[in-house]
T-cell receptor, first 114, second 112 residues
Framework: EAQVTQNPRYLITVTGKKLTVTCSQNMNHEYMSWYRQDPGLGLRQIYYSMNVEVTDKGDVPEGYKVSRKEKRNFPLILESPSPNQTSLYFC????FGQGGTEAFFGQGTRLTVV | GENVEQHPSTLSVQEGDSAVIKCTYSDSASNYFPWYKQELGKGPQLIIDIRSNVGEKKDQRIAVTLNKTAKHFSLHITETQPEDSAVYFCAGASGSARQLTFGSGTQLTVLP
């Protein structure tokens, strides 16, 4: 079954404690991205990756890091989480295609930073 | 960059009625406009998309229209059912860019 898998689904952490949210896709997609979803703001892109070892900032990259060492994995790293990073996070992947293609989303990770 | 505005933020309709959600975009180079449905506790899922060389697309009870001149596009759901209740997001992307810019979402509630 084609899917994007995120872990963990729920996470409560304390300010300043480094954490990683994992994302894996089994569709051999080149493009992967991370979004955060906040009430009234929709989905905002944090970082994206066009392929292995190619990453770039999205609209709200401050406080986040990513890496793309393998095509299927795209972890999101919060080196020093702060309460304003409390949010619902989604990983997504898509293939390259003329004029845009469907993005497949993971189930989401609800992060609370206290 | 692209800016996508979506209205309304909440919409309640009676079962069987139609629902319309509207979005506007700012980047005239945008040429791909998908709509996503997000059910409670799940990630967004594509329900329909339209490209700029098409003015309308329909899939059963769902249709999307695009007006490139006015830079707006709309989602139409006919004969609504309780299972249509969800958050709907519009989005836009330009050229070969894979960066989707999303609207702020519409909470649709279908009342039995």
């Amino acid at each position: 079954e084609a899917q994007v898998t995120q872990n963990p689904r729920y996470l409560i952490t304390v300010t300043g404690k480094k954490l990683t949210v994992t994302c894996s896709q089994n569709m051999n997609h080149e493009y992967m991205s991370w979004y955060r979803q906040d009430p009234g703001l929709g989905l905002r892109q944090i970082y994206y990756s066009m392929n292995v070892e190619v990453t770039d900032k999205g609209d709200v990259p401050e406080g986040y890091k990513v890496s793309r060492k393998e095509k299927r994995n795209f972890p999101l790293i919060l080196e020093s989480p702060s309460p304003n990073q409390t949010s619902l996070y989604f990983c997504a992947s898509s293939s390259f295609g003329q004029g845009g293609t469907e993005a497949f989303f993971g189930q989401g990770t609800r992060l609370t930073v206290v | 960059g692209e800016n996508v505005e979506q209205h309304p933020s909440t919409l309640s309709v009676q079962e069987g009625d139609s629902a319309v959600i509207k979005c506007t975009y700012s980047d005239s180079a945008s040429n791909y406009f998908p709509w996503y449905k997000q059910e409670l506790g799940k990630g967004p899922q594509l329900i329909i998309d339209i490209r700029s060389n098409v003015g309308e697309k329909k899939d059963q009870r769902i249709a999307v229209t695009l007006n490139k001149t006015a830079k707006h596009f709309s989602l139409h759901i006919t004969e609504t059912q309780p299972e249509d209740s969800a958050v709907y997001f519009c989005a836009g992307a330009s050229g070969s860019a894979r960066q989707l810019t999303f609207g702020s979402g519409t909470q649709l509630t279908v009342l039995p």
